[in-house]
């Protein structure tokens, strides 16, 4: 197929329409795939962060009394708080009246004008840190207390007090800091005991792990999307040649198809023309070579028409163009028929034709009555051409699973295993000089073949050279009309 530049173009066409479209499909799914991944991992994040603010904002409330103002007991929930402290002022919102052994360590950054910052580590009566179970004591996330005014009174996590948007009222936010990371950040707003408004919450988490594993699944998409590409590529190629094989295959047939039509018409055509041109140089021309003549181009013209029925009726019946009058057929009476007309061609050749009919109730089918005796008949005749002298024929019928099975089985030169697969193909001939002598054109099994299959049926050949051949052909049998009584 390759050799030939129509097909080799094809093929190629196919394979880069396939990949094509396999490219776009495999893009469109890879961007799924990708918009799926991240937006589970986002809807997981947002309910993490909220979870985590969800049970912050409920501890804090059992703490705070007053609005604006920190409680001790604050610094037992988030350990790690940094507030502000104003100068020559007292710490802003933080009251540390009575509680004990606390220790104030200064930072040396200023903030502000007015402010600066101030941890403070929390330790219990045995001077020891207290344990923090919180999840969001990690590096992840990031907590801001704002008062009613919006100014920030405490946070933790981080020193850079401008990292935070101070935009109010949007419950999400997503940002990014200096060094590039971005967050996400979720507000509620605080209550104290008493229900009055203490201020916000914002509770922000880096979404540095969020990104990294969606940049892995990037790379992953962008590597495997040229590779996935070239193995389609290579399996498109692959598949774009098996998908062509039936059409190269019925390409080669039509081929052969016209030459060996163009051949058979011709040799029936030569034979008439030197017939006609040898007559036409004898002169005078007597009355009995005038009959011979045209005895001659008679069974030429016989020869010719008959091998254009034979090509027309093939062509329409591959068309479904012939409308075939369906009856019900008995196949007992089929056999019968053909079996004396046969006996009268084998007389001279030593031939014996015999019946086996193993079914004593007479067998029907539904059928197009002529075009089933044909079918019969090829069978027979092929059987008779290819069986030398003194050799066997047998016409056998049957039923069996609810079909009609028959059977022409004869003791011929047989045919060879690697041809089997051919006989039923048009102008196919297994020894074509011995069908030519027999005026045979190579179209009978093809018309058996085709016959059948328009009456839904099978045909099997078994065969060993020199031992013969049995063809079997099988139909199905009208349920109702199985055991009609036979006339």
Same mark, same amino acid.
């Given at each position: 197929?390759?050799?030939?530049?129509?097909?080799?173009?094809?093929?190629?066409?196919?394979?880069?329409?396939?990949?094509?479209?396999?490219?776009?499909?495999?893009?469109?799914?890879?961007?799924?795939?990708?918009?799926?991944?991240?937006?589970?991992?986002?809807?997981?994040?947002?309910?993490?962060?909220?979870?985590?603010?969800?049970?912050?904002?409920?501890?804090?409330?059992?703490?705070?009394?007053?609005?604006?103002?920190?409680?001790?007991?604050?610094?037992?929930?988030?350990?790690?708080?940094?507030?502000?402290?104003?100068?020559?002022?007292?710490?802003?919102?933080?009251?540390?009246?009575?509680?004990? +052994?606390?220790?104030?360590?200064?930072?040396?950054?200023?903030?502000?004008?007015?402010?600066?910052?101030?941890?403070?580590?929390?330790?219990? %009566?045995?001077?020891?840190?207290?344990?923090?179970?919180?999840?969001?004591? +990690?590096?992840?996330?990031?907590?801001?207390?704002?008062?009613?005014?919006?100014?920030?009174?405490?946070?933790?996590?981080?020193? +850079?007090?401008?990292?935070?948007?101070?935009?109010?009222? %949007?419950?999400?936010?997503?940002?990014?800091?200096?060094?590039?990371?971005?967050?996400?950040?979720?507000?509620?707003?605080?209550?104290?005991?008493?229900?009055?408004?203490?201020?916000?919450?914002?509770?922000?988490?880096?979404?540095?792990?969020?990104?990294?594993?969606?940049?892995?699944?990037?790379?992953?998409?962008?590597?495997?999307?040229?590779?996935?590409?070239?193995?389609?590529?290579?399996?498109?190629?692959?598949?774009?040649?098996?998908?062509?094989?039936?059409?190269?295959?019925?390409?080669?047939?039509?081929?052969?198809?016209?030459?060996?039509?163009?051949?058979?018409?011709?040799?029936?055509?030569?034979?008439?023309?030197?017939?006609?041109?040898?007559?036409?140089?004898?002169?005078?021309?007597?009355?009995?070579?005038?009959?011979?003549?045209?005895?001659?181009?008679?069974?030429?013209?016989?020869?010719?028409?008959?091998?254009?029925?034979?090509?027309?009726?093939?062509?329409?019946?591959?068309?479904?163009?012939?409308?075939?009058?369906?009856?019900?057929?008995?196949?007992?009476?089929?056999?019968?028929?053909?079996?004396?007309?046969?006996?009268?061609?084998?007389?001279?050749? %030593?031939?014996?034709?015999?019946?086996?009919?193993?079914?004593?109730?007479?067998?029907?089918?539904?059928?197009?009555?002529?075009?089933?005796?044909?079918?019969?008949? +090829?069978?027979?005749?092929?059987?008779?051409?290819?069986?030398?002298?003194?050799?066997?024929?047998?016409?056998?019928?049957?039923?069996?699973?609810?079909?009609?099975?028959?059977?022409?089985?004869?003791?011929?030169?047989?045919?060879?295993?690697?041809?089997?697969?051919?006989?039923?193909?048009?102008?196919?001939?297994?020894?074509?000089?011995?069908?030519?002598?027999?005026?045979?054109?190579?179209?009978?099994?093809?018309?058996?073949?085709?016959?059948?299959?328009?009456?839904?049926?099978?045909?099997?050949?078994?065969?060993?050279?020199?031992?013969?051949?049995?063809?079997?052909?099988?139909?199905?049998?009208?349920?109702?009309?199985?055991?009609?009584?036979?006339?």
């Amino acid at each position: 197929m390759n050799q030939n530049s129509l097909f080799k173009r094809t093929k190629l066409r196919l394979t880069c329409y396939y990949a094509g479209v396999m490219g776009v499909i495999l893009s469109i799914c890879g961007l799924g795939v990708y918009e799926a991944i991240a937006h589970a991992h986002w809807i997981t994040l947002d309910r993490e962060i909220e979870s985590v603010a969800g049970a912050l904002h409920d501890s804090l409330e059992t703490v705070l009394q007053q609005p604006g103002q920190l409680e001790p007991d604050v610094l037992r929930i988030i350990p790690d708080l940094c507030f502000l402290k104003a100068k020559k002022s007292n710490y802003i919102g933080l009251n540390l009246v009575n509680y004990p +052994n606390n220790k104030l360590k200064k930072n040396s950054p200023s903030f502000s004008p007015n402010f600066e910052l101030n941890c403070l580590p929390i330790i219990d %009566e045995n001077g020891q840190n207290f344990h923090r179970l919180a999840p969001y004591h +990690n590096n992840s996330y990031l907590i801001r207390l704002l008062n009613n005014l919006g100014d920030l009174v405490a946070f933790t996590g981080t020193h +850079n007090l401008d990292l935070f948007p101070h935009s109010q009222g %949007e419950i999400w936010q997503t940002f990014t800091d200096k060094s590039g990371i971005r967050y996400r950040q979720y507000s509620l707003i605080l209550h104290t005991r008493n229900q009055q408004n203490w201020g916000t919450l914002q509770l922000g988490r880096s979404l540095q792990d969020f990104d990294q594993y969606m940049t892995i699944v990037t790379l992953i998409l962008v590597i495997g999307l040229p590779l996935a590409l070239i193995l389609v590529g290579f399996a498109s190629w692959k598949l774009a040649g098996i998908a062509m094989q039936p059409i190269y295959y019925s390409y080669q047939q039509i081929q052969q198809f016209t030459a060996d039509a163009a051949h058979e018409l011709r040799t029936p055509l030569a034979a008439i023309q030197a017939t006609v041109e040898s007559r036409i140089k004898l002169e005078p021309l007597t009355e009995t070579e005038a009959k011979e003549t045209l005895k001659i181009v008679d069974r030429q013209n016989h020869r010719l028409s008959q091998l254009v029925k034979d090509l027309l009726l093939l062509s329409r019946m591959d068309q479904d163009a012939i409308p075939l009058s369906k009856k019900l057929c008995c196949l007992n009476d089929l056999i019968s028929d053909l079996q004396e007309e046969i006996a009268v061609m084998v007389l001279n050749s %030593e031939l014996f034709v015999t019946t086996d009919i193993r079914e004593k109730q007479p067998i029907y089918i539904l059928g197009n009555e002529e075009q089933l005796y044909r079918v019969i008949f +090829n069978l027979a005749i092929n059987s008779i051409q290819y069986t030398p002298p003194g050799g066997q024929i047998i016409l056998g019928l049957d039923s069996s699973h609810q079909q009609a099975i028959i059977q022409v089985k004869d003791t011929g030169i047989g045919i060879p295993l690697n041809e089997q697969s051919r006989i039923f193909d048009r102008f196919y001939r297994v020894h074509s000089d011995r069908s030519r002598k027999t005026g045979g054109s190579g179209l009978g099994l093809a018309i058996v073949k085709a016959i059948i299959q328009a009456h839904r049926g099978s045909i099997e050949v078994e065969s060993q050279p020199g031992k013969g051949s049995t063809f079997t052909v099988r139909f199905p049998l009208k349920p109702t009309a199985t055991f009609m009584p036979y006339s």
